[in-house]
């Protein structure tokens, strides 16, 4: 598999499974309260769970993991009447160190 280029938007593929990562600047913390660590796992119940099934997770202090199985690639968008929905692939911005 070709790596992504740092922050490039790379569209998650139907079938296929991602380590998707982050951390904080400089290794700042991100989580500093058990509340912080709910509020976050609330996020991913209610962004990635539709889309995906988590495979792995882990989440620390400064940095977290998850491993995701993709699902479904398509969000519901309201049109432009905002009376109906549409469909728009899913894209990511990744960031890969060299």
């Not at 996020?43 to 400064?62: F, N, Q, S, V």
Request: proline share 5%; hydrophobic share 40%.
């Amino acid at each position: 598999m070709k790596q992504p280029v740092s922050n490039q938007t790379v569209e998650f593929e139907t079938g296929h499974i991602y380590h998707v990562f982050n951390r904080g600047n400089n290794s700042q913390r991100l989580f500093f309260t058990r509340d912080n660590y709910l509020f976050f796992i609330e996020k991913i119940r209610t962004y990635i769970l539709p889309h995906a099934d988590l495979l792995a997770w882990c989440l620390m202090a400064t940095h977290f993991h998850l491993m995701v199985h993709v699902n479904e690639i398509r969000m519901p968008v309201k049109s432009e009447d905002n009376a109906s929905f549409s469909s728009l692939p899913v894209r990511a911005s990744l960031q890969v160190k060299p």
